[in-house]
Every structure is written in C-alpha cells, then in structure tokens.
C-alpha cells in the first residue's frame, strides 16, 4: 500500500516559498507517496476592547490578518496542486484553523492519521524548524525534513546515523521500508562524540539489514571540529546520500523543547533531506 504524507504549509505571516513546494513534490515523487497537504490558516481571538477598537482598529487588523492567511493558503494548495499533478503525485487537502504560535502543535494532532509528514523547510528558517520539532516530538509519526533545494539528489542511497540508542533504533524501523528500496545504504557511527555501547554496533545494524535485503555497510568516523549534526550531514553529502535517517533526541519542559546537540544542528542548517524519529 502506498504511504501517504502530511504536508504542513505555513500561511502566516509569510506563506511558504514556492521552491519549498517544489522540494516537496519532488521528494515525494522520489519515495513514492502521496501528499495531504494542510493548510495552517491563522485565528485570532476576538478582541473585546473598546478603546483599541477606537485607536486602532484591533478587530479590522484581525479580520485583515485571517483573510490574508486564508488568501495565501489558496495560493499556495493551488501552487502545490499544479505541481503534484505535473509530477504525477497524488495530492488532497484540509485545513486547520489555529493560533499561529499554537501552529506545531495542530500539525503534529493531525499527522498522526498519515503514515509519516514532509516539512518543509525554507532557507531562511522560518517556521520550519518549529513545525518540525512539534511534528518529531509530537505526532508519533516520523518526519522528513525537506530543504528548500534538493539538487540533484535521488533516493538511491541513505546514510543511518547509528549509535544503539532507542530513538535511533526507532528511526531504522521508521525508516525500513524506504531504505528497502535503496542501492546503498551506510550505517554511520561517529566516534569520540560520546560513549558508545559497542566497538561494533555497526556491523551488528549492518548485518540485521542486510538479512532484511537491506544493502547495508557499517563505516565509523572521528567527529569532526563542528557540532555532530553538521558531520553526520557533511558525511551523508560527501558519501552522495539523498536521504539521512537520525533519532532526534529532545524532551519538553512546560512546553519548551530542550533538544540534543545533533536534532539542534540538523533543524539550524538542514543540507540534504533528514528523516527523524522520537
């Protein structure tokens, strides 16, 4: 059965750019699924002011506001529909009506109906990274984070990044049946970045893979001088990767995400697609 992919698309206060929507469609083209794209309109509660409806007009500035989120969520289900169909992709649609700050979390309650969510995520930040940290840790649905250009990258190689933990374990599985369809897939483990389990973790993930048809081959590295989600990044694109596939380890304080080092890195400077699972 084909999977089918949540697509959160941003409305307000700057729609999504289009190459965002081009990514998208192409990446979903490449794994073979369909979208659902949802449109994130924004809502605003009523404001019942009589002075600010004196001096500034608060409810014609809301009123204002929701019709262009609306308008630019038209714009853009038309945009990304045009494009769907040109690539042969099957595409549908809702909409959810939210607090923009409050965005995330309707994204990450509607995703739990779809087999995984495609996020978009623009050059210039965005909302993407937030979207993206309420679809990992929110949905119970793996996310692939999508960057505004893909290249020319295909769908024939990944790199897993490997370090025996649960959320990583939870990524492989999420992630079995596209890596299935692979040429070549690297099991990657970092060295001297934190105690590891094992010397030979990745041979042994390596060896469960390749028993599931899996072309799997285990390589470890030395972390280089940045953060380690920028050498698990930089690795996948020297090895030709169209696909990096990582446990994203965070958890919540009253709402405020405290992430790892890596899911931090990844969600600031995102340079090939990256599938993440918690």
Do not use: D, N, Q, W
């Given at each position: 059965m084909k999977k089918t992919a949540l697509v959160p698309l941003v409305t307000y206060p700057e729609p999504l750019p289009s190459d965002c929507l081009k990514a998208i469609v192409e990446f979903a083209g490449m794994a073979d699924c369909d979208l659902h794209a949802l449109v994130l309109q924004a809502n605003f509660p009523r404001v019942a002011n009589a002075l600010s409806s004196l001096l500034l007009d608060v409810p014609k500035m809301i009123q204002d506001a929701e019709a262009q989120s609306r308008a630019n969520g038209d714009v853009l289900f038309s945009a990304i529909t045009k494009m769907a169909a040109d690539a042969g992709v099957a595409i549908d649609a809702g909409a959810r009506n939210s607090l923009p700050e409050l965005a995330s979390d309707a994204a990450a309650e509607e995703a739990r109906y779809y087999d995984l969510s495609l996020v978009p995520i623009p050059r210039n930040g965005g909302q993407g990274p937030?979207?993206?940290?309420?679809?990992?840790?929110?949905?119970?649905?793996?996310?692939?984070?999508?960057?505004?250009?893909?290249g020319t990258r295909s769908l024939r190689h990944a790199v897993v990044a490997w370090d025996g933990s649960r959320v990583a374990a939870r990524a492989v599985n999420d992630a079995l049946a596209l890596l299935g369809e692979m040429e070549q897939v690297t099991v990657l483990s970092v060295l001297n970045e934190k105690p590891l389990p094992a010397d030979d973790l990745g041979d042994k993930l390596a060896a469960r893979l390749l028993k599931r048809g899996v072309p799997a081959r285990a390589i470890a590295i030395e972390l280089e001088d940045q953060p380690i989600g920028l050498t698990l990044q930089d690795f996948a694109v020297r090895d030709g990767a169209g696909l990096l596939v990582m446990g994203a380890y965070g958890h919540s304080r009253l709402r405020d995400f405290v992430l790892g080092g890596a899911t931090k890195a990844i969600l600031e400077d995102l340079r090939l697609p990256v599938l993440m699972s918690h």
């Open positions: 937030a979207l993206a940290e309420g679809l990992v840790f929110g949905s119970g649905r793996p996310a692939i984070l999508v960057p505004e250009t893909l």
